[in-house]
C-alpha cells in the first residue's frame, strides 16, 4: 500500500519561507517520478514543481526562483523549500506521485492528505 504524508505547513508572513516534506512508503522516490501540487480555495488543483528519476526539475512559472524540489533517497523522501513566499500562494499542498512510475505514462496517481500552507501579508 502506498502512502505519501506530507509535513511542514503552517502559516508563515509574506517573504518568509517554509519546508514541506513527503515521507513516501510503498514506493521508492528514487525509482519514481515525484510532484508537488497545490489547491487554493475556489480554484482546480495545479502542478508546481515534478522531478524525474533523471533529476530533470520542472517548475510552474509563478514558483520558479523561489522553490525548489529535492529528494533524499535514504529517507525515502521528497521535500519543496518555499522562499519569498507570497498570500497567493496560499493553499494546500500535495505530494503526488504518477502509478506508472512516470509522467509519460498515464495510469493513475497517488495523493498525499495534503498540507496547508498560508501566507498572510
Known amino acids: 500500500q502506498v502512502q505519501l504524508v506530507e509535513s511542514g505547513g503552517g502559516l508563515v508572513q509574506a517573504g518568509g519561507s517554509l519546508r514541506l516534506s513527503c515521507a513516501a512508503s510503498g514506493i521508492d522516490v528514487s525509482r519514481n517520478d515525484m510532484g508537488w501540487y497545490r489547491q487554493a480555495p475556489g480554484q482546480q488543483r495545479e502542478m508546481i514543481t515534478i522531478m524525474t528519476t533523471a533529476n530533470h526539475i520542472y517548475y510552474e512559472d509563478s514558483v520558479n526562483g523561489r522553490f525548489t524540489m529535492s529528494r533524499d533517497n535514504a529517507k525515502n523522501t521528497v521535500y519543496l523549500q518555499m522562499n519569498s513566499l507570497k498570500p497567493e500562494d496560499t493553499a494546500v499542498y500535495y505530494c503526488?506521485?504518477?502509478?506508472?512510475?512516470?509522467?509519460?505514462?498515464?495510469?493513475?496517481?497517488?495523493w498525499g492528505q495534503g498540507t496547508q500552507v498560508t501566507v498572510d501579508s
Open positions: 503526488h506521485a504518477p502509478k506508472s512510475g512516470t509522467y509519460n505514462v498515464n495510469r493513475g496517481d497517488y
